[in-house]
């Protein structure tokens, strides 16, 4: 079955905007989760997402922010972009607690 | 929180050889996944261990859980150039946050 699709893979935005990432689970799987990946500060959990419900949230500002559908497709908005956003942002989903979680390949933004 | 360190951070070996990389976590854990990551991509699952077992094998991996010592290992086996990545091992705790470490940079030559 297909794994954890993220759309687009790259992207190149400027300071100020806004983007939004789209990630589509493995069919079944009700838990979504984000991270962010930079080689400074490596990977880090953005939130977690099950039946449209935030159960989760690391420490980043407001500007980043998710939702999560019916039909468990989860995406996350950065708004006000900054240079430092510039990351490899990774999601990821899992069928129930204690279970296997699987991470798509990523949506690259780089921030001009 | 139930973040991993792998320790060594870089690992140089030549293929055929095995290559072994540890990973220590503070707190208790309910499972224990290990990931690899080759550059610029996602991250592959490799294994997941639960707290109630040892060790467990997949193909050339094999991993041991020491609870008492928070600690865990991923053997890989007769290594390929292929199996040139960071890997990353994530303990599982009470909720669905993973916490990552730096890896380990495993480099095989041919």
């Known amino acids: 079955k297909a794994g954890v699709t993220q759309t687009p893979r790259y992207l190149i935005k400027t300071r100020g905007q806004q983007v939004t990432l789209s990630c589509s689970p493995i069919?079944?799987?009700?838990?979504v989760s984000w991270y962010q990946q930079t080689p400074g500060q490596g990977l880090q959990f953005l939130f977690e997402?099950?039946?449209?419900?935030?159960?989760n949230k690391g420490n980043f500002p407001g500007r980043f922010s998710g939702r999560q559908f019916s039909n468990s497709r989860s995406e996350m908005n950065v708004s006000t972009l900054e240079l430092g956003d510039s990351a490899l942002y990774l999601c990821?989903?899992?069928?129930?607690?204690?279970?296997?979680?699987?991470f798509g390949e990523g949506s690259w933004l780089t921030v001009v | 929180s139930q973040q991993g360190e792998e320790d060594p951070q870089a690992l140089s070996i030549q293929e055929g050889e095995n290559a072994t990389m540890n990973c220590s976590y503070k707190?208790?854990?309910?499972?224990l996944q290990w990931y690899r990551q080759n550059s610029g991509r996602g991250l592959v699952h490799l294994i997941l261990i639960r707290s109630n077992e040892r060790e467990k094998h997949s193909g050339r991996l094999r991993v041991t859980l020491d609870t008492s010592k928070k600690s865990s290992s991923l053997l890989i086996t007769a290594s390929r150039a292929a199996d040139t990545a960071s890997y990353f091992c994530a303990p599982g705790g009470s909720n669905y946050k993973l916490t990552f470490g730096k890896g380990t940079l495993l480099t095989v030559n041919p």
């Open positions: 069919s079944g799987h009700r838990s």
């Open positions: 990821a989903s899992s069928l129930e607690f204690g279970n296997t979680i699987y």
């Open positions: 997402y099950f039946s449209e419900t935030q159960r």
């Open positions: 707190t208790s854990i309910n499972n």
